[in-house]
């Protein structure tokens, strides 16, 4: 498969035509600030039309996919959003002409660059092997063939990732001391967060909702917090200081790094001109939650990530050590083990009598795009064939696989049932200490699946798609032969 010569030569056409884009003959500030004003437009959008399937679900036919198509609306307007200041930064010049957009033409542009994100994920995919592209110059169609395999690529997958990640719980297992850049501490990001969401939350008004429609809803009152654009001052003195420009959106977009920034929410400030701002509810949210900080460190400084990183592993095994012997009989627990012949290590290797068991532990980052979903996938069914093998060497005759919060989705589970090596998370550990032969099929049940086989999924309908003139149609099965 891979990306042939003419795909090169389309991207590359693609690309000249959202470059020749009129709206970035604007100065980048004036052009910036429209696209942030944008942005919390479509979002307080979001959250009304959320607001009223939650109000309504008691009297309303409102199904959980209700709710899930607005979180990927969600999620497709930021990386609209983002591709569209990635873009403004990269081909705006300072002092631009004094045009005015129109509301259509920076709505376009966010439809655009969240089309040019699929665009770009089927790109990557079909770079790993993982999707092939056909043509049709006659139409002017990108055709990627997605084949029958799960991948992250899917659009179920993605889809149910993307209604998940807001959802999923991960336990935290940074601590505020840990350096997980050189710049900043966790405890560093975490105060500066908080005073950022204490300023931006201080900024914003409430929504105000008509008196006779809350009367229907039998609610005297409702508060919703309006997605506020917040201008911030940089602080002066460090470690702060670090951390804000880590938050910060890069300015200068260069060939490497364009790919890389794929989730505003890793770097939510933007600067315009001399002065920083954000929106509001981007700001609080991230005040709340590590999965950004984490993501960010990689990002940014992987050296020192990765040293901090392995401080969360020796946490998830001392908390799996300390289940399995705080249970009630307790069990010799083994962590880090190591095998010869042939060459293996397991995490966590129990026995109690006559029972044995095997956990593979996997600290997951959150992933913001289908090709992180098929890493992280992948991550944790190496984990499942790891287990299996240990099982195989009649060391153990139980196997799981841990997370901080990850449950699996069908991909992962179709190798976990067919290795008999179930998904768990650190939740989960009491239940399979106490018996693990019961904990089996009670964490397949909390996601949904009984028996012994993930069940069928028909094939998806082709989705459809335009970027500058060209369609991009993916279809889920396999390329058709020459």
């Not at 020749?20 to 600030?33: F, H, M, P, Q, Y």
């Not at 609306?73 to 002092?95: D, H, M, V, Y």
């Not at 929106?279 to 990765?306: C, F, G, N, P, W």
Request: proline fraction near 4%; hydrophobic fraction near 40%.
């Amino acid at each position: 498969m891979s990306v042939s010569d003419r795909v090169r030569e389309i991207e590359k056409t693609i690309d000249a035509d959202i470059r020749a884009l009129k709206i970035w003959r604007r100065s980048r500030a004036a052009v910036l600030t429209e696209l942030m004003h944008t942005y919390r437009d479509a979002i307080e959008v979001v959250f009304l039309e959320l607001f009223f399937l939650q109000t309504h679900a008691a009297t309303l036919d409102v199904s959980a996919g209700d709710e899930g198509a607005l979180l990927v609306q969600e999620t497709r307007l930021r990386a609209g959003i983002l591709w569209s200041l990635k873009w403004a930064f990269e081909f705006c010049p300072e002092n631009g002409s004094a045009e005015i957009s129109t509301a259509d033409e920076l709505v376009n542009l966010v439809f655009l660059g969240a089309d040019y994100e699929t665009f770009v994920d089927a790109l990557k995919y079909a770079n790993h092997d993982l999707l092939d592209i056909k043509i049709d110059e006659q139409s002017r169609t990108l055709i990627c063939y997605e084949g029958r395999q799960a991948t992250g690529f899917d659009a179920a997958i993605v889809v149910q990732q993307r209604i998940t990640n807001p959802r999923m719980q991960q336990v935290s297992l940074t601590e505020d001391g840990d350096q997980i850049t050189s710049g900043w501490a966790a405890c560093d990001y975490r105060r500066v967060m908080r005073d950022l969401a204490s300023y931006a939350a201080s900024k914003e008004n409430s929504i105000c909702m008509d008196a006779a429609y809350l009367a229907q809803l039998d609610m005297a009152e409702a508060s919703i917090p309006q997605p506020t654009l917040v201008w911030f001052d940089r602080p002066s003195q460090p470690p702060d200081c670090h951390v804000f420009d880590d938050l910060v959106l890069q300015t200068v977009i260069d060939s490497a790094l364009k790919w890389k920034l794929v989730a505003l929410l890793d770097s939510p400030i933007v600067k315009v001109g001399q002065k920083y701002c954000a929106l509001s509810s981007d700001i609080k949210t991230l005040s709340q939650i590590d999965d950004h900080m984490l993501r960010l460190a990689a990002r940014v400084d992987e050296r020192q990530y990765t040293i901090a990183a392995s401080l969360r592993e020796d946490r998830m095994v001392k908390i799996c050590k300390d289940a399995f012997a705080q249970c009630s009989p307790s069990w010799s627990v083994r962590d880090r083990v190591h095998f010869s012949n042939p060459t293996q290590q397991a995490d966590i290797v129990a026995t109690r009598g006559a029972e044995s068991l095997v956990l593979e532990l996997k600290s997951t980052l959150r992933p913001e795009t289908p090709w992180e979903v098929y890493k992280r996938n992948d991550d944790i069914i190496h984990g499942i064939k790891q287990a299996k093998a240990v099982i195989d060497r009649g060391v153990a005759t139980y196997g799981f696989v841990i997370s901080d919060g990850y449950r699996g989705d069908y991909a992962c589970w179709a190798e976990a049932l067919s290795s008999a090596t179930p998904i768990g998370t650190l939740s989960d550990l009491a239940e399979i200490a106490s018996d693990p032969a019961t904990a089996a099929p009670a964490l397949q049940a909390k996601v949904g699946i009984t028996g012994n086989s993930v069940p069928p999924h028909e094939r998806l309908p082709d989705r459809e798609t335009t970027v500058a003139g060209w369609k991009l149609r993916l279809v889920d099965m396999e390329a058709p032969q020459k």
